[in-house]
């Protein structure tokens, strides 16, 4: 996609004016397809946002990021941090910051340093989740949030007298704050308190990895000669993404595979593996909804005008049930080509955190969890529960076996 050619005089974009916060939090994807429908830009201005919400919009905007950029001057996530992290930063600031957590997060370290603490991981929580036996077990609770948060806490070698569940809970308040486009004030209250709390475990713990560097993502952070106030923004950007993204595969792909028993059996036959199932459950269920950016000047994008200082967003849970680029894109189908969806965004902001994430879930979590229990299923006579929009994923998931 580029700007609008020459001899076409690009319009106003289209306003979407049913946008309803409650509703999006329920399930956004009936809005996300009648915003397809209208256009590839809206201007949605009850959140006095203008939305991107196809494959091609969402993804030319990333490769632009001189038009687009990450540099936003109102971001939430500055807010929720206290501070701006690499992901609200464009090149060559952002590839500096960046290039501090490779060591940790490339796919050698990852199989070779922190795939065996993985394994431990899911171990220990699965005897948990037997001891509660399968008539109270709810795989978010018991399973997905305390994993997902150990192998957080692991990989930024905070201390073990940290407990995961305060650490699941700086991660929701943290993307609370991101995603609180409303600005609500009880939201920025929640995100100050896990900061403080946070924050103080990072005084004791900054000193003894300057010490004694280790292989965590905190000491690649600090060997690199970051500022402290940016080492502890990259800490907590860590702590948003690296609990909600993992947490959020486990239960949506339990829950998509307890609907499709047949292409559970394709995993189980060996006919499509682990890795495929990842990657269609991200593309279907994505858990980032929306990347926040702002435009640096005037712009004529997808045959709409977009004005310069304007708030952006790019709908990545739209563009990847873009019918343009997935065939039948609402349906579940791990059998389907899922590579190019956007789940992990686009370009230079791709998440860094990929490869640490489809290993922990897609060739440790998902695998164990399995073979513990194989008629693992959803509890029906349960509630299960969806919450947001901007993040997406499972709040309560009850299985049984």
């Known amino acids: 996609m580029s700007n609008s050619s020459p001899a076409v005089a690009a319009q106003d974009a289209p306003v979407f004016e049913r946008f309803d916060q409650e509703r999006m939090m329920l399930d956004p994807y009936a809005d996300f397809a009648q915003m397809r429908d209208l256009a590839p830009v809206v201007h949605v201005p009850a959140i006095g946002r203008y939305l991107l919400t196809t494959h091609a919009a969402v993804t030319s905007a990333e490769n632009n990021p001189e038009i687009f950029t990450a540099h936003a001057s109102r971001p939430t996530m500055v807010r929720a ?12 600031q952002h590839a500096v910051e960046r290039g501090a957590i490779n060591p940790t997060l490339r796919p050698k370290p990852v199989h070779e340093t922190w795939s065996p603490h993985f394994r431990e991981n899911v171990e220990h929580w699965l005897d948990r989740l037997e001891e509660i036996g399968p008539d109270n077990a709810d795989l978010n609770r018991d399973f997905a949030v305390p994993v997902a948060s150990k192998n957080l806490l692991d990989l930024l070698g905070l201390p073990k007298a940290v407990d995961v569940r305060d650490v699941a809970r700086w991660s929701t308040d943290f993307i609370a704050g991101i995603g609180n486009v409303l600005d609500d004030s009880e939201i920025w209250a929640r995100c100050d308190r896990s900061q403080a709390e946070a924050h103080a475990v990072l005084d004791e713990l900054l000193p003894h990895l300057t010490r004694e560097p280790d292989a965590s993502i905190t000491s690649h952070l600090l060997q690199v000669g970051l500022d402290e106030q940016t080492v502890r923004a990259n800490v907590f950007l860590t702590i948003s993404g690296g609990m909600n993204e993992p947490q959020h595969m486990i239960t949506n792909l339990v829950w998509a595979l307890s609907g499709h028993p047949d292409q559970l059996d394709l995993i189980r036959n060996g006919q499509v593996s682990w890795g495929d199932a990842f990657e269609e459950a991200v593309r279907w269920l994505s858990p980032i909804g929306m990347l926040p950016r702002e435009t640096t000047r005037d712009v004529d994008w997808a045959g709409h005008h977009i004005p310069a200082g304007a708030d952006i967003g790019l709908l990545l849970a739209s563009a990847n049930r873009d019918e343009a680029v997935f065939a039948d894109a609402n349906s579940f189908n791990i059998e389907r080509n899922a590579r190019g969806h956007v789940g992990f965004g686009n370009g230079v902001h791709m998440c860094a955190g990929r490869w640490a994430a489809k290993t922990a879930v897609g060739e440790v979590a998902l695998p164990m969890l399995y073979a513990r229990f194989p ?7 349960r509630m299960t529960t969806w919450e947001g929009w901007v993040f997406r994923g499972v709040t309560s998931l009850p299985v049984t076996w």
Request: hydrophobic share 30%; net charge positive; no cysteine.
């Open 375 to 381: 008629n693992l299923r959803v509890d029906e006579r």
């Open 81 to 92: 941090f206290g501070a701006r992290p690499m992901l609200r930063k464009d090149d060559p």
